[in-house]
C-alpha cells in the first residue's frame, strides 16, 4: 500500500503562482508514473499533468505554460508549480500514481482562485 498526501493547496489571486506537493509514504517515485488530477464538483475528474517515472511530462491544453509538474524521488515528493492562475482552475486537486494496474489517490487539496 502506498498514502499519498498532498499540501500547499489554499486561496490564491488570479495570476498568482501557489505550489502543490504531493508526498508518498515510501519511496515508489522511481518506478510509478505520477499525475496531478482536478475535479470540480458534480464533474468528472480531469488530468492536468502527469510525469513518467522516467520523466517524460505531459499536460492538458488548458494549464500548458502556466503550469509545471516535477518531482524529487529522493524526497519521495511531486509537485505542480502554477503560475498565472486562472479562477477557472479553482477545484480540488488530486496527486495520483500507477503502475501496472496498481494506482493510488491522494485525499485532495482545494486550490481556489479569487480576488
Known amino acids: 500500500q502506498v498514502q499519498l498526501v498532498e499540501s500547499g493547496g489554499g486561496l490564491v489571486q488570479p495570476g498568482g503562482s501557489l505550489r502543490l506537493s504531493c508526498t508518498a509514504s515510501?519511496?515508489?517515485?522511481?518506478?510509478?508514473?505520477m499525475g496531478w488530477y482536478r475535479q470540480a464538483p458534480g464533474k468528472q475528474r480531469d488530468v492536468v499533468a502527469t510525469i513518467a517515472s522516467g520523466g517524460r511530462t505531459n499536460y492538458a491544453d488548458s494549464v500548458k505554460g502556466r503550469f509545471t509538474i516535477s518531482k524529487d524521488n529522493a524526497k519521495n515528493t511531486a509537485y505542480l508549480k502554477m503560475k498565472g492562475v486562472k479562477p477557472e482552475d479553482t477545484t480540488v486537486y488530486y496527486c495520483?500514481?500507477?503502475?501496472?494496474?496498481?494506482?493510488?489517490w491522494g485525499q485532495g487539496t482545494q486550490v481556489t482562485v479569487s480576488s
Open positions: 495520483r500514481a500507477d503502475r501496472f494496474g496498481s494506482t493510488y
Open positions: 515510501r519511496s515508489i517515485f522511481s518506478i510509478y508514473n
